[in-house]
């Protein structure tokens, strides 16, 4: 059975580590605030200028000024700081951000990731993803396996406009959790009921599989 929206970040957030700096990009990767593991200190950083982002308000909570980098309301932890976009852009570009998470609409086996442009569709743009890419060693990408039509998204070369070359190196799908080396997708992990089969059939790229491939423990 393919993994939700929220059990997709729930399975990304067990890649934090306590002290990282985190980006989350729009989309699915906003919903990994919600599941940082209990007593890590984590500071989630928005490259519209805040640091130390928290967890989606209730509704008595919301403060409209107070948004995300997609424009969402959010909340500040303890400790948390507001600053220009500039600031926040130098973090990026300066390395240090410890992890990016990111959605996509392909990535393929050299590592390229294709997510700001579709032609000829109404797409947000680009935001900040081109800087998160050229300034993060650690980027995992969040996004369906497949198109609405059923098309893989994970290829052998993408299609679309490239977002950056050779920067992914970790894809958390609906289906599968694999990491990308030597030219190639390799098979980490299946999301709980789903076979083998299924994301074969669903990966147009070179995929790898090992003799045993584990289901993820959400």
């Known amino acids: 059975m393919a993994l939700t929206r929220e059990q997709m970040a ?4 067990q890649e934090i580590e306590d002290g990282y700096y985190v980006n989350l990009g729009i ?4 919903l990994v605030a919600n599941f940082v593991p209990e007593g890590m ?5 928005s490259e519209n200028g805040l640091l130390g982002m928290g967890q989606f308000p209730l509704d008595e909570e919301v403060d409209a000024d107070l948004i995300n980098a997609g424009k969402q309301t959010v909340t500040m932890v303890s400790g948390a700081a507001l600053f220009d976009s500039a600031e926040s852009f130098a973090m990026i570009r300066g390395g240090h951000v ?3 998470v990111l959605g996509a609409f392909e990535v393929d086996v050299e590592g390229n990731i294709a997510s700001y442009m579709i032609p000829g569709k109404l797409i947000k743009g680009m935001g900040g993803a081109m ?3 050229a300034g993060a060693d ?6 369906t396996h497949a198109s ?3 098309e893989s998204k994970l290829l052998s070369s993408c299609s679309l406009p490239l977002t950056g070359k050779g920067c992914i190196s970790k894809v958390l799908t609906d289906l599968a959790y694999l990491e990308i080396k030597g030219g190639k997708f390799h098979l980490l992990e299946r999301a709980p009921g789903v076979s083998v089969s299924e994301i074969e059939a669903l990966t147009a790229g070179e995929l790898i599989v090992p003799e045993f491939v584990p289901e ?3």
């Open 148 to 150: 609405k039509h059923g």
């Open 138 to 143: 650690n980027i995992i990408v969040t996004m």
């Open 41 to 45: 200190e984590v500071m989630l950083q």
């Open 27 to 30: 989309g699915i990767p906003t």
């Open 98 to 100: 410890d992890l990016t």
């Open 216 to 218: 993820m423990r959400l």
């Open 10 to 13: 729930q399975r990304v957030a």
């Open 131 to 133: 800087d998160l890419v």
